[in-house]
């Protein structure tokens, strides 16, 4: 079933009813699909509940306008800090400005770890990366760069086609995660019948019943009911870090233009 109203997605998002599809449970220690096993992302119940407090106890620690400032400098740094260039090299830093921060100096085997966390399509070199980061870190100190790392770029990269010379990175981060959104669907299993719900999450950003001149990117909208982030029983443990990082990011790209 696919849903496409703001609405029916919410109902969706807060009912236990709807679970997100399991994962197999047989994966051999420290590969991808042991990881995917053990995280709060594909977890019900009980077990989601305390792994998902393991990940909010290490974002806890953890503030956000250090982390924009922090990234703010990293892409300055990678990008230069006079002519706002935004096809420089600021790929990696929300990544490596995350993992400094919780005590993760090196994050170079994030890319390929995360490359199949969401849909599972492993490989060697995800399971070789997989056991370099529980080789450095925690479990929960994982899950966050895991999670973080492709939808905080795809984020950055999407707000990047609509920012224009003035334009305040926040506002711009708030309305790209609503009209363009770098996740696009999400899933639920009915526990009920056993039937996939997909959520679309761009249709549903854009219901006219929610949301004035819906099609239209619209900076100056405001704060947004959007989806993007989840919604009801399982919304994203860290949206002001996500958004941190993101606005760093911005704030040193779009430095040069603003001049």
């Known amino acids: 079933m696919l849903i496409t109203h703001h609405a029916e997605a919410r109902a969706v998002l807060s009912d236990g009813r709807y679970v997100p599809p399991p994962v197999p449970q047989d994966g051999e220690p420290g590969t991808l699909a042991w990881l995917r096993a053990h995280v709060s992302r594909f977890s019900t ?6 792994r998902r407090r393991l990940v909010v106890e290490r974002l806890s620690a953890l503030d956000p306008a250090e982390l924009r400032t922090a990234a703010k ?8 800090d006079s002519d706002g260039d935004r096809d ?6 929300p990544t490596a400005v995350l993992g400094a921060a919780l005590g993760v100096p090196d994050t170079s085997a994030v890319p390929a770890a995360a490359s ?5 399509e492993g490989s060697p070199q995800a399971d070789a990366a997989v056991a370099e980061l529980l080789g450095l870190t925690d479990l929960p100190a994982v899950t966050l760069l895991l999670q973080g790392h492709a939808a905080t770029e795809a984020l950055i990269e999407n707000a990047l086609t609509h920012a224009v ?4 990175p926040e506002a711009v981060l708030r309305e790209t995660l609503r009209q363009d959104p770098p996740l696009k669907a ?5 526990t009920r019948t056993g039937e996939e719900v997909t959520i679309d999450l ?3 950003n854009r219901d006219p019943e929610v949301f004035a001149d819906p099609d239209r990117f619209d900076a100056s909208r405001g704060p947004a009911p959007h989806l993007t982030f989840g919604d009801g029983l399982r919304p994203c443990p860290a949206p002001a870090h996500a958004l941190a990082l ?7 790209l779009l430095e040069g233009t603003r001049r």
């Open 246 to 252: 993101a606005a760093g990011v911005l704030d040193a």
């Open 45 to 50: 119940g009980e077990t989601h509940a305390e």
């Open 202 to 204: 761009v249709a549903a």
């Open 186 to 190: 999400s899933r639920r299993l009915d």
């Open 88 to 93: 420089g090299d600021w790929r990696g830093v």
């Open 73 to 80: 400098a990293a892409t300055l740094d990678r990008c230069g």
């Open 116 to 120: 199949g966390y969401l849909s599972g």
């Open 165 to 168: 010379p003035g334009d305040d």
